[in-house]
């Protein structure tokens, strides 16, 4: 039986590790063809994933998919990713703008270089690509482009702040998150009529990832939830009727609860087990 995304062409930034990864063998098991897009192609030393540990997994599983090295801070990189996504596959129905910097330190003494890479990597990459996909989508007659944020991106409540607040040097990161996701909210609704559906989506909770617990960025209190309920959620909102399914800030679990989907597999088979 063809999968929901036969026939598709789906770009997924940050797909060497991570949420990236899950995102792109759950496309593929359903039929896409999928760009992956990373900086990190061969194996560096104390960094878990590459692109061609994730497009290995893609092609033993029978899907089909290429790998564009690219870094993300970079103008020439980015068209790069279109333009070879083009090239090798022929078209673009979905982007997924999963790649994200987080520089977790207090904000008051954040440095300007990276306080610009964390908005070039985590808004202004995302925005360009959108905008180098949205006329091909066009001329396709429609598509789906879901933007990955974060829960951080709401704010807190205080005084008093919690300890999160006061202690994890978070603001930063939220602050490009929460424009992120007012500038979907803004193509939605100018891109609606073109029938392409511009969403974000957050997880509930940090996700549990091989490469998330290798490198120690989930605190040992955190709650977690599975990446097969993210990649489940993306590939809810890339599969929908871009039409009625769009301009959603959307957080994972609730989202599959409200739509009545059950989170699958990564591979698609089996609904997972809760």
């Given at each position: 039986?063809?999968?929901?995304?036969?026939?598709?062409?789906?770009?997924?930034?940050?797909?060497?590790?991570?949420?990236?990864?899950?995102?792109?063998?759950?496309?593929?098991?359903e039929g896409a063809a999928v760009a992956l897009v990373a900086r990190t192609v061969e194996p560096r030393?104390?960094?878990?994933?590459?692109?061609?540990?994730?497009?290995?997994?893609?092609?033993?599983?029978?899907?089909?998919?290429?790998?564009?090295?690219?870094?993300?801070?970079?103008?020439?990189?980015?068209?790069?990713?279109?333009?070879?996504?083009?090239?090798?596959?022929?078209?673009?129905?979905?982007?997924?703008?999963?790649?994200?910097?987080?520089?977790?330190e207090p904000a008051q003494a954040i440095s300007e270089k990276r306080l610009r890479l964390s908005f070039?990597?985590?808004?202004?990459?995302?925005?360009?690509?959108?905008?180098?996909?949205?006329?091909?989508?066009?001329?396709?007659?429609?598509?789906?482009?879901?933007?990955?944020?974060?829960?951080?991106?709401?704010?807190?409540?205080?005084?008093?702040?919690?300890?999160?607040?006061?202690?994890?040097?978070?603001?930063?990161?939220?602050?490009?998150?929460?424009?992120?996701?007012?500038?979907?909210?803004?193509?939605?609704?100018?891109?609606?009529?073109?029938?392409?559906?511009?969403?974000?989506?957050?997880?509930?909770?940090?996700?549990?990832?091989?490469?998330?617990?290798?490198?120690?960025?989930?605190?040992?209190?955190?709650?977690?939830?599975?990446?097969?309920v993210m990649a489940e959620a993306v590939l809810a909102l890339c599969s929908g009727d871009p039409r009625?399914?769009?301009?959603?800030?959307?957080?994972?679990?609730?989202?599959?609860?409200?739509?009545?989907?059950?989170?699958?597999?990564?591979?698609?088979?089996?609904?997972?087990?809760?």
């Amino acid at each position: 039986m063809p999968g929901v995304l036969e026939g598709k062409v789906a770009i997924v930034t940050g797909a060497s590790r991570g949420i990236g990864v899950g995102i792109g063998e759950r496309f593929a098991a359903e039929g896409a063809a999928v760009a992956l897009v990373a900086r990190t192609v061969e194996p560096r030393p104390g960094l878990p994933g590459t692109l061609l540990e994730t497009a290995s997994r893609i092609e033993a599983a029978g899907g089909r998919c290429i790998v564009v090295q690219a870094d993300l801070a970079d103008p020439g990189s980015r068209a790069r990713i279109v333009e070879e996504t083009l090239s090798a596959l022929g078209s673009v129905d979905i982007l997924v703008n999963n790649a994200a910097r987080a520089f977790y330190e207090p904000a008051q003494a954040i440095s300007e270089k990276r306080l610009r890479l964390s908005f070039e990597i985590n808004f202004t990459a995302p925005f360009d690509l959108m905008q180098r996909v949205i006329p091909v989508m066009r001329e396709r007659g429609g598509g789906w482009i879901v933007n990955l944020s974060s829960s951080t991106s709401k704010a807190t409540a205080g005084p008093p702040w919690d300890d999160f607040s006061r202690n994890r040097g978070v603001g930063t990161y939220a602050s490009t998150k929460a424009a992120l996701e007012r500038m979907s909210l803004a193509l939605a609704a100018e891109l609606h009529d073109d029938g392409i559906a511009v969403n974000t989506l957050a997880p509930v909770a940090a996700v549990l990832t091989e490469a998330a617990v290798q490198l120690g960025v989930i605190p040992p209190e955190a709650h977690t939830e599975p990446l097969e309920v993210m990649a489940e959620a993306v590939l809810a909102l890339c599969s929908g009727d871009p039409r009625e399914l769009t301009g959603r800030i959307a957080l994972s679990g609730p989202l599959l609860k409200d739509l009545g989907i059950v989170p699958r597999t990564l591979d698609g088979r089996t609904p997972l087990a809760t």
